[in-house]
């Protein structure tokens, strides 16, 4: 249902930039919100960015928000996650989740589970 890869950077420095993407299948693109998750060393696993695949609505929590940003790529259903100004403690393994939404977000998008998952990859800030 997901295939996520790095697509270029790898290890980064502070203030460096990385974009991770994942392509989905077996599914309506469009009727779907993706998300991006993060779990870091010892810490519970959060979500920190979604997207409206049918419109570009976008939600980002706080701790992201000026720093990273969610597209898509609807001809190819794939989105991507751009990184940039990136600080040690976004250290963390990545995964992005699909859920069924369309448009705005009115609320917190995990709020009611997550339908389908991809698997993680591993994201390292250096000092």
């Known amino acids: 249902r997901f295939s996520c890869r790095r697509l270029g950077g790898g290890l980064v420095q502070t203030g460096g930039s990385l974009t991770l993407s994942c392509a989905a299948s077996?599914?309506?693109?469009?009727?779907?919100?993706i998300c991006w998750f993060r779990q870091a060393p010892g810490k519970e696993r959060e979500g920190i960015s979604c997207i409206s695949t049918n419109d570009g609505s976008t939600y980002y929590v706080d701790s992201v928000k000026g720093r990273f940003t969610i597209s898509s790529d609807n001809a190819k259903n794939t989105v991507y996650l751009q990184m940039s100004n990136m600080k040690p403690e976004d250290t963390a393994v990545y995964s992005c989740a699909a859920v069924t939404h369309t448009g705005s977000f009115y609320y917190t998008p995990w709020n009611y589970g997550m339908d389908y998952w991809g698997k993680g990859t591993q994201v390292t800030v250096s000092s």
């Open positions: 077996g599914f309506t693109f469009e009727d779907y919100a």
